[in-house]
């Protein structure tokens, strides 16, 4: 990607259709990632997924921090915005992962309340 279009984007994010962010987050991740390629035996998608899950792990901690920071008196009171933040840094290897292995966001949530559902029909009203 050349800056112009970075900057591009930039500019343009706070009007752009959640369909036009996430193109956005396909383009910055050739820019961002920096997977190894150091396990041969491994393909180049396994060591995405593997990337993005040490990513995941990584960030979903930060958010975890900062709960504990507020909780055992660090005088650190929770930021809605830092919150925010990390949340965007967890999307962005979640996005990751699942560009690695060729998932939708679609077939993930769909899959996900069909468990839901599932799991717990027992608890609904007839």
């Known amino acids: 990607m050349h800056k112009d279009e970075a900057m591009d984007i930039a500019h343009r994010v706070s009007n752009m259709t959640l369909d036009e ?9 050739a820019e961002v990632e920096n997977t190894p390629n150091h396990m041969p035996d491994k393909s180049h998608n396994w060591q995405r997924g593997f ?8 960030e979903a901690n930060e958010i975890l921090d900062a709960h504990k920071k507020e909780l055992y008196g660090k005088q650190r009171p929770l930021s809605p915005a830092n919150i925010r933040e990390e949340c965007g840094d967890n999307f962005f290897y979640f996005y990751l992962l699942m560009s690695a292995y060729g998932l939708t966001l679609r077939d993930i949530i769909a899959d996900n309340v069909s468990k839901l559902a599932n799991r717990y029909i027992e608890k609904f009203d007839v």
């Open 21 to 29: 962010l996430i193109v956005a987050y396909g383009k910055f991740h």
């Open 51 to 58: 990337h993005a899950a040490n990513g995941l792990s990584t």
